[in-house]
């Protein structure tokens, strides 16, 4: 966890080998007197942190959200077009909603009833025209039984309230009768349609629950971490609905921030309550176990909250449009969830200190009367590593690139209809289109010819006869003239790669050749060249944020353990951990395995994922690495310290890993695809993280190194500053050094 783990107060017992002692008069640091203030005001930090909550939560109440779905990004062909449509008056500037129409007997039969449904949807609020298939015969299949009706709305999906686009699926189910079949698709019909109860979040707090009652076997001692975390999060929701008017926040960030923040924060609190628990069985009373804790756990917490943050933030140098939002909103909550852990947590175990201390302390007794050792299992685990370093490595190298190799073929992009469940009225509508039109028409590429009506008439015959089209529509001017647009139906859906080989062919080759005959300027927009666009920008500009983060986070992990090669090791096995968790995606829902739907993977997921596991990792090295620190500079013995280290903190490194992976599994019981992407991928990142990597790869690793775990260069270690996050002088005890966090 951090230094001066696990010594005994001053009239308590001699502390168990390995363990050492501690001066009797050792000075408080400064996380120690944080702690020291909120067991004195246990009341009143409660009661501001009862306060905040309440008013966060009166406050983004009266406010309401003011979320934004925006992946612009200005520069690329998508954009460019959108912009002309939008500055020239182009109808193609807004969004619509298909209402798709089937009847064995041809669409004609009900007729009289179908206008009638689309007449009532004309008059409803957000709608500004409705077009009839009956009108425009390229509206109905070849052999009449498919039709679709075209609904435009007043603005973009997003800023359609979801209450309009929810009547104007109810008035079309209202005309379903014999034969006739009405479904109803389009993105703003996709974001209204019910996501389901919050069951994610209750699995996960359920899931929690056990595995902290089972960790301490007590309810009380269980439920200070897990409070600890609710206040935290119901905190950091509030402040992001209101931080939405302020920033661009995507819709799909509360769930997100709810379960990472739920993940992190009872991690945080574990950590330090763990710590807690250690003091209280060496015989420390409540107040000072709270201080020995927050001075030791607390710069753990304190350096690993910075480490994800600057992840985070490091997303925001991306510059993807609503992606810097949810990164600045995951930033927000891990810092409320490391404030609420330093400040209201110590709070918390000074009120319930005493009910706590009795029953660690009955626990330590009988399990101290069957001659049992604290941590003798993981002891067992690290000797038979270091007797076989080099085996373990190999194996546990081995099934990690196994599940990493995949992750080379993944492909990025957004889900469509077509990846929502089959019972939806989204993805009925996207199969009935693909049925009667073919399977490019849910994803039309819209190409824009920037000149006269001549040049968009030609743009248009051009685009019909090449290769991988399957048809053109005329060229549509645009209220001035300036504009023509040409509607191109791939032969290919959406999401497949000859679509996408599609949209360069026509930008590469076509729109060119083009240009030079018509003296028109083409583009290649709409969404599905949008979400191309946006997938390509992510691949692109990720090297250099991994860049980023890795350089920052082993700079600092080098001036707090002074060496060189216990950061490069776990920027490697962070890196490997993330690879792991991507491939595992890719199986699951590139590939389809277990019956998944297959398709792209969300293009803004990999660099998210990577901003908040590679930062957790960090969690769990700092924690583990620092105890074996402690030890290697108390006894000088590397293979003890690895030893005792592992002994010391697997098994809090276990169950902290377990709650992360339930907490984030919960996201698989999600309907939305992208939480289920999201939540596998953490899953699997922390369960490789917590077993694979730290129970045996950096203890083999660390044997291997031996004493040159340790070193740094001497010329550099002059000139590096030390790092002390106000670690006392005279806390630890003689002859025993510990690293500066």
Same mark, same amino acid.
């Given at each position: 966890?951090?230094?001066?783990?696990?010594?005994?107060?001053?009239?308590?017992?001699?502390?168990?080998?390995?363990?050492?002692?501690?001066?009797?008069?050792?000075?408080?640091?400064?996380?120690?007197?944080?702690?020291?203030?909120?067991?004195?005001?246990?009341?009143?930090?409660?009661?501001?942190?009862?306060?905040?909550?309440?008013?966060?939560?009166?406050?983004?109440?009266?406010?309401?959200?003011? $979320?934004?779905?925006?992946?612009?990004?200005?520069?690329?062909?998508?954009?460019?077009?959108?912009?002309?449509?939008?500055?020239?008056?182009?109808?193609?500037?807004?969004?619509?909603?298909?209402?798709?129409?089937?009847?064995?007997?041809?669409?004609?039969?009900?007729?009289?009833?179908?206008?009638?449904?689309?007449?009532?949807?004309?008059?409803?609020?957000?709608?500004?025209?409705?077009?009839?298939?009956?009108?425009?015969?390229?509206?109905?299949?070849?052999?009449?039984?498919?039709? $679709?009706?075209?609904?435009?709305?007043?603005?973009?999906?997003?800023?359609?309230?979801?209450?309009?686009?929810?009547?104007?699926?109810?008035?079309?189910?209202?005309?379903?009768?014999?034969?006739?079949?009405?479904?109803?698709?389009?993105?703003?019909?996709?974001?209204?349609?019910?996501?389901?109860?919050?069951?994610?979040?209750?699995?996960?707090?359920?899931?929690?629950?056990?595995?902290?009652?089972?960790?301490?076997? %007590?309810?009380?001692?269980?439920?200070?971490?897990?409070?600890?975390?609710?206040?935290?999060?119901?905190?950091?929701?509030?402040?992001?609905?209101?931080?939405?008017?302020?920033?661009?926040?995507?819709?799909?960030?509360?769930?997100?921030?709810?379960?990472?923040?739920? =993940?992190? +924060?009872?991690? $945080?609190?574990?950590?330090?309550? $763990?710590?807690?628990?250690?003091?209280?069985?060496?015989?420390?009373?409540?107040?000072?176990?709270?201080?020995?804790?927050?001075?030791?756990?607390?710069?753990?917490?304190?350096?690993?909250?910075?480490?994800?943050?600057?992840?985070?933030?490091?997303?925001?140098?991306?510059?993807?449009?609503?992606?810097?939002?949810?990164?600045?909103?995951?930033?927000?909550?891990?810092?409320?969830?490391?404030?609420?852990?330093?400040?209201?947590?110590?709070?918390?175990?000074?009120?319930?200190?005493?009910?706590?201390?009795?029953?660690?302390?009955?626990?330590?007794?009988?399990?101290?009367?069957?001659? *049992?050792?604290?941590?003798?299992?993981?002891?067992?685990?690290?000797?038979?590593?270091?007797?076989?370093?080099?085996?373990?490595?190999?194996?546990?190298?081995?099934?990690?690139?196994?599940?990493?190799?995949?992750?080379?073929?993944?492909?990025?992009?957004?889900?469509?209809?077509?990846?929502?469940? *089959?019972?939806?009225?989204?993805?009925?509508?996207?199969?009935?289109?693909?049925?009667?039109?073919?399977?490019?028409?849910?994803?039309?590429?819209?190409?824009?010819?920037?000149?006269?009506?001549?040049?968009?008439?030609?743009?248009?015959?051009?685009?019909?006869?090449?290769?991988?089209?399957?048809?053109?529509?005329?060229?549509?001017?645009?209220?001035?003239?300036?504009? %023509?647009?040409?509607?191109?139906?791939?032969?290919?859906?959406?999401?497949?790669?000859?679509?996408?080989?599609?949209?360069?062919?026509?930008?590469?080759?076509?729109?060119?050749?083009?240009?030079?005959?018509?003296?028109?300027?083409?583009?290649?927009?709409?969404?599905?060249?949008?979400?191309?666009?946006?997938?390509?920008?992510?691949?692109?500009?990720?090297?250099?944020?991994?860049?980023?983060?890795? =350089?920052?986070?082993?700079?600092?992990?080098?001036?707090?353990?002074?060496?060189?090669?216990?950061?490069?090791?776990?920027?490697?096995?962070?890196?490997?951990?993330?690879?792991?968790?991507?491939?595992?995606?890719?199986?699951?829902?590139?590939?389809?395995?277990?019956?998944?739907?297959?398709?792209?993977?969300?293009?803004?997921?990999?660099?998210?994922?990577?901003?908040?596991?590679?930062?957790?990792?960090?969690?769990?090295?700092?924690?583990?690495?620092?105890?074996?620190?402690?030890?290697?500079?108390?006894?000088?013995?590397?293979?003890?310290?690895?030893?005792?280290?592992?002994?010391?903190? +697997?098994?809090?490194?276990?169950?902290?890993?377990?709650?992360?992976?339930?907490?984030?599994?919960?996201?698989?019981?999600?309907?939305?695809?992208?939480?289920?992407?999201?939540?596998?991928?953490?899953?699997?990142?922390?369960?490789?993280?917590?077993?694979?990597?730290?129970?045996?790869?950096?203890?083999?690793?660390?044997?291997?190194?031996?004493?040159?775990?340790?070193?740094?260069?001497?010329?550099?270690?002059?000139?590096?500053?030390?790092?002390?996050?106000?670690?006392?002088?005279?806390?630890?005890?003689?002859?025993?050094?510990?690293?500066?966090?």
């Amino acid at each position: 966890m951090s230094p001066n783990r696990g010594a005994p107060a001053p009239l308590a017992p001699p502390a168990p080998p390995g363990r050492g002692g501690r001066r009797a008069t050792a000075r408080v640091g400064r996380f120690g007197a944080v702690a020291g203030w909120a067991q004195r005001h246990r009341w009143g930090a409660l009661l501001i942190w009862v306060a905040v909550l309440a008013a966060v939560t009166l406050g983004s109440t009266a406010a309401g959200s003011a $979320y934004e779905n925006n992946f612009a990004l200005p520069g690329t062909d998508s954009q460019t077009a959108t912009d002309l449509f939008t500055e020239h008056g182009s109808d193609q500037a807004g969004d619509s909603v298909e209402i798709v129409l089937k009847d064995s007997q041809g669409i004609d039969q009900p007729k009289a009833a179908v206008e009638k449904m689309l007449a009532k949807v004309a008059q409803l609020p957000g709608v500004a025209e409705v077009r009839s298939p009956y009108v425009h015969a390229s509206a109905v299949s070849e052999d009449g039984t498919i039709g $679709y009706a075209t609904v435009t709305l007043n603005g973009k999906a997003e800023a359609v309230p979801k209450e309009d686009v929810a009547k104007i699926i109810d008035i079309a189910n209202g005309a379903v009768s014999g034969d006739l079949q009405v479904e109803v698709g389009g993105e703003a019909v996709r974001a209204a349609q019910e996501k389901g109860s919050p069951t994610a979040e209750l699995a996960g707090i359920a899931a929690a629950v056990i595995i902290l009652g089972l960790l301490f076997g %007590s309810l009380v001692a269980a439920a200070v971490p897990l409070l600890t975390a609710l206040f935290a999060v119901g905190s950091a929701l509030g402040l992001i609905v209101l931080a939405s008017h302020v920033f661009t926040v995507a819709d799909f960030t509360p769930p997100i921030t709810m379960l990472v923040g739920l =993940g992190v +924060g009872i991690d $945080y609190a574990l950590l330090i309550f $763990y710590r807690y628990r250690q003091e209280l069985t060496d015989g420390a009373e409540p107040a000072e176990a709270g201080r020995k804790a927050l001075d030791a756990a607390g710069r753990t917490v304190f350096f690993a909250g910075c480490t994800v943050i600057i992840a985070l933030l490091g997303l925001v140098a991306l510059g993807l449009g609503s992606l810097q939002g949810v990164a600045l909103a995951l930033a927000l909550t891990v810092l409320t969830t490391m404030a609420a852990s330093l400040v209201l947590l110590p709070a918390l175990l000074a009120l319930f200190g005493k009910r706590i201390q009795r029953h660690v302390l009955k626990h330590a007794a009988k399990t101290a009367a069957k001659g *049992k050792a604290e941590g003798r299992r993981w002891r067992a685990l690290a000797s038979a590593v270091q007797r076989r370093p080099l085996p373990a490595l190999v194996a546990a190298t081995i099934t990690l690139l196994a599940l990493s190799a995949p992750a080379l073929g993944m492909r990025l992009g957004f889900a469509d209809a077509g990846n929502d469940p *089959k019972t939806t009225t989204s993805r009925q509508a996207y199969d009935l289109l693909a049925e009667g039109f073919g399977p490019g028409f849910n994803g039309p590429l819209v190409v824009l010819a920037q000149g006269d009506v001549a040049a968009g008439k030609t743009v248009s015959s051009a685009l019909a006869k090449t290769e991988g089209v399957a048809a053109a529509s005329p060229a549509v001017p645009s209220e001035d003239g300036a504009l %023509s647009t040409v509607f191109v139906y791939p032969t290919t859906s959406p999401q497949d790669k000859g679509t996408a080989d599609l949209v360069h062919h026509l930008r590469d080759d076509v729109a060119p050749e083009l240009e030079r005959d018509t003296g028109a300027k083409v583009l290649v927009g709409g969404a599905t060249a949008a979400s191309q666009d946006f997938s390509e920008t992510v691949s692109k500009r990720m090297p250099l944020f991994i860049a980023v983060v890795v =350089g920052l986070s082993s700079l600092l992990l080098m001036l707090v353990f002074r060496s060189i090669l216990i950061p490069v090791k776990a920027a490697l096995l962070n890196l490997i951990s993330i690879t792991a968790a991507l491939g595992a995606m890719t199986l699951v829902f590139q590939h389809g395995l277990f019956g998944v739907q297959p398709g792209p993977i969300e293009a803004f997921l990999p660099v998210l994922i990577f901003a908040i596991v590679f930062g957790l990792s960090m969690d769990y090295e700092v924690f583990l690495v620092g105890r074996m620190h402690e030890e290697w500079e108390r006894t000088k013995d590397h293979s003890l310290a690895v030893r005792e280290g592992l002994a010391s903190t +697997g098994k809090v490194i276990t169950a902290a890993g377990a709650i992360m992976i339930v907490v984030f599994g919960a996201f698989m019981l999600s309907a939305d695809r992208m939480l289920q992407e999201f939540g596998l991928g953490l899953a699997v990142a922390i369960l490789m993280d917590a077993l694979v990597i730290r129970c045996l790869m950096v203890p083999a690793i660390m044997q291997l190194f031996g004493k040159w775990a340790w070193w740094l260069p001497a010329p550099l270690a002059r000139r590096l500053p030390k790092v002390t996050l106000e670690a006392p002088a005279d806390s630890p005890p003689a002859g025993r050094g510990s690293p500066a966090l």
